[in-house]
């Protein structure tokens, strides 16, 4: 487990009462070049999988029997939770339970983490270009206003690695989507900011800017670090982004 390296936030740290991790294609036991797969869905040994995630989870000192993890289909649709398993058609999902991971799994797409060290209340969210331009950004602050009192300046988030403008090659379906700040050109292409996006919706939805941080790392572009399915295809593994409450705080 010596070459594991899992991706920190710098913001959600300062909180003790926050674990979060996540991590990158480094460190795990898959053959390459799916390395530290944390995916059940791609073509990889089940013991691989379990033993990549067994890694991950202990060095974030979670039980990776305890988790919370939607069944990703780029929807809009969020969750409440209290139990660990398997939430099918969700992509966020959000509890004030401690000890209880939750988890979002990319490979290009963004996770977005919101914390409330107020209310105590946890939020992660899988965002590619689909759910966010159905804005399940501001939607889960939404919820989490509406669910547990969250006051939208009361969050700090944070945007994981994943593809970025610099690489995020899109056509005009996905650009004409999105205001034009969100899409770049350059020579006759269009590059959408996925980031970008998303951190605009938390600042529209009362989110301060200075409790909002953006990686600056692109999944693409950065082969040796990142999973990346726009540029491996079906050679590609899956990261996993979790974030646990530590503490007795919730519900």
């Not at 969250?150 to 970025?164: I, N």
Request: glycine share 6%.
């Amino acid at each position: 487990m010596k070459d594991l390296m899992i991706v920190e936030s710098a913001l959600l740290k300062e909180s003790s009462s926050l674990r979060f991790g996540m991590s990158t294609r480094r460190g795990g036991v898959s053959p390459e070049p799916l390395g530290m797969n944390l995916s059940f869905r791609v073509n990889d040994e089940v013991d691989n999988v379990v033993e990549n995630r067994r890694r991950l989870f202990t060095a974030l000192g979670l039980d990776p029997e305890a988790v919370a993890i939607p069944l990703q289909c780029h929807s809009d649709h969020i969750e409440v939770v209290a139990e660990p398993g398997e939430y099918e058609n969700s992509d966020a999902l959000i509890t004030n339970r401690a000890d209880l991971p939750l988890v979002v799994s990319v490979a290009d797409c963004l996770a977005v983490i919101l914390f409330d060290p107020v209310k105590h209340v946890l939020a992660v969210v899988h965002a590619g270009w689909r759910g966010t331009a159905r804005t399940i950004a501001a939607k889960s602050v939404v919820l989490l206003t509406e669910k547990f009192g969250v006051s939208a300046k009361d969050l700090v988030a944070f945007l994981s690695p994943c593809a970025g403008p610099c690489c995020y090659e899109v056509g005009h379906e996905v650009a004409d989507v999105f205001a034009k700040e969100h899409v770049r050109q350059r020579d006759g292409r269009l590059y959408f900011d996925l980031k970008k996006a998303n951190a605009d919706q938390l600042l529209m939805s009362g989110v301060p800017e200075a409790n909002i941080e953006v990686s600056p790392s692109c999944t693409i572009c950065n082969p040796d670090l990142f999973h990346s399915f726009r540029r491996d295809g079906s050679r590609s593994g899956r990261m996993m982004a979790v974030a646990c409450l530590l503490d007795g705080k919730g519900a």
